[in-house]
């Protein structure tokens, strides 16, 4: 769970497989955050461009924020921190 004053950022991101990443943050926790449900429930198919492995893959961490192509697909933090997508 997160402090009340503790401001949680991602420090490393690795690929598992095709949409799961292993995601360790600035407290030293980390996750693995299966992104697949996600990704194939949405309709919008700015999103399910992502369901393409080679574009999921593109993923970057930009400030401790992870991000796709400039912010075109980004979570909360908090959110990845508790493995709610």
Do not use: H
């Amino acid at each position: 769970m997160i402090a009340d004053n503790q401001v949680i950022s991602i420090e490393q991101a690795k690929q598992l497989d095709d949409y799961k990443l292993q995601l360790v943050f600035n407290d030293q926790s980390s996750q693995v955050v299966d992104f697949q449900p996600f990704l194939s429930q949405s309709l919008n198919p700015l999103i399910r461009k992502y369901l393409v492995p080679e574009e999921f893959a593109k993923f970057e961490i930009d400030e401790g924020d992870l991000q796709w192509n400039d912010y075109d697909l980004c979570f909360p933090i908090a959110d990845l921190y508790e493995n709610r997508i």
